[in-house]
């Protein structure tokens, strides 16, 4: 997710949604923030100076693997990945 700046802002945590659909699975989400301790399972995430983690993971089958990151006030991004 990007915003319109051309630069990074550095601001407080914001969160982000994620959600996977396709040939994969989430298999974690996290914040690089040295004192946030939520679960790695969570489809969620706060960002630590404007980042976050996700990783996905194949579920057996080939295919297309759809990454979708949502947070307010920013336009929604997809990725895409293809499983062999």
């Known amino acids: ?4 700046l ?3 802002l550095h601001d407080p945590a ?3 949604r ?10 974690a989400t996290g914040s690089p923030a ?3 301790a939520a679960s790695f399972h969570a489809p969620l995430c706060k960002t630590y100076q404007d980042r976050c983690l996700v990783i996905i993971r194949p579920n057996g089958a ?3 693997i759809t990454l979708k990151a949502e947070a307010e ?3 929604p991004e997809m990725i ?3 499983a062999r």
Not at 18 to 27: K, M
């Open 6 to 8: 051309p630069f990074m």
């Open 14 to 16: 914001h969160l982000r």
């Open 80 to 82: 895409f990945v293809k």
């Open 18 to 27: 994620f959600a996977v659909a396709g040939a994969g699975e989430l298999a």
């Open 34 to 36: 040295p004192n946030d």
């Open 73 to 75: 006030g920013l336009k």
């Open 62 to 64: 080939a295919g297309l």
């Open 1 to 4: 997710l990007t915003s319109s």
